[in-house]
């Protein structure tokens, strides 16, 4: 079972419509969960993080951690053509380095 | 601003060929990481740095080497090229100290083989 897993899409959805990505995981020792959006051509960029448990919100997106479930979601709503990219989930146990997802590739759809 | 700098962002390259990659950061930061993207296996660490002159293989060492003989500057080495290390190559930093999750990524170089 690979430590992180990510669908990885394509997801397309019309402008204005609420985008659900998610990760799940297998190692509980990790304890930052981070969202990286990476646009065509370009390298990825640190979109939010969190830190255990919880909610997160920012402007129009808002990421969530359950622990519990080792479960991770990333929510943007009204979602926009400029949201188009890859999302990638990514996590760190602490002191190595980080572990990625596939990337969720979405477009939004003007 | 923080940057990261890569030396090219498209490379041609023959079967066999020696490649040097280089990334250069103007952060201070310690910790340097070099990172290959594939369509459908995502990212995948191929060696990373925590200081200069040290090294440590990541998940795909294979067929790579790396050099850090300046604290801005890390080289990743094909020695030998091979058409499956056609791919895209991400340098990243981080400062040391700090917890990891803050990466800072290059544009990237997408590597041919042929």
């Known amino acids: 079972q690979k430590e992180v897993e990510q669908d990885p899409g394509p997801l397309s959805v019309p402008e204005g419509a609420i985008v659900s990505l998610n990760c799940t995981y297998s190692?509980?020792?990790?304890?930052?969960f981070m969202w990286y959006r990476q646009y065509s051509r370009k390298g990825p960029e640190l979109l939010m993080y969190?830190?255990?448990?919880g909610n997160k919100e920012d402007g129009r997106f808002t990421a969530q951690v359950d622990k519990s479930s080792k479960y991770i979601s990333l929510f943007i709503r009204d979602s926009q053509p400029s949201d188009s990219a890859t999302y990638l989930c990514?996590?760190?146990?602490?002191?190595?380095?980080?572990?990625f997802g596939k990337g969720t590739r979405l477009s939004v759809i003007a | 601003d923080v940057k990261v700098t890569q030396s090219s962002r498209y490379l041609v390259k023959r079967t066999g060929e020696k490649v040097f990659l280089e990334c250069v950061q103007d952060?201070?930061?310690?910790?340097m990481f070099w990172y290959r993207q594939d369509p459908g296996l995502g990212l995948r660490l191929i060696y990373f740095?925590?200081?200069?002159?040290?090294?440590e293989k990541g998940d795909i060492p294979e067929g790579y080497s790396v050099s850090r003989e300046k604290k801005e500057r890390f080289s990743l080495i094909l020695e030998s090229a091979s058409t499956n290390q056609t791919s895209m190559y991400l340098c990243?930093?981080?400062?040391?100290?700090?917890?990891?999750?803050?990466?800072?990524f290059g544009p990237g170089t997408r590597l041919t083989v042929t």
């Open positions: 990243a930093t981080h400062q040391g100290g700090q917890e990891m999750y803050e990466q800072y």
């Open positions: 740095s925590y200081d200069v002159k040290m090294k």
């Open positions: 190692n509980s020792a990790f304890q930052y």
């Open positions: 952060m201070d930061h310690e910790n």
């Open positions: 990514t996590m760190d146990p602490g002191n190595t380095p980080l572990v």
């Open positions: 969190t830190y255990s448990s």
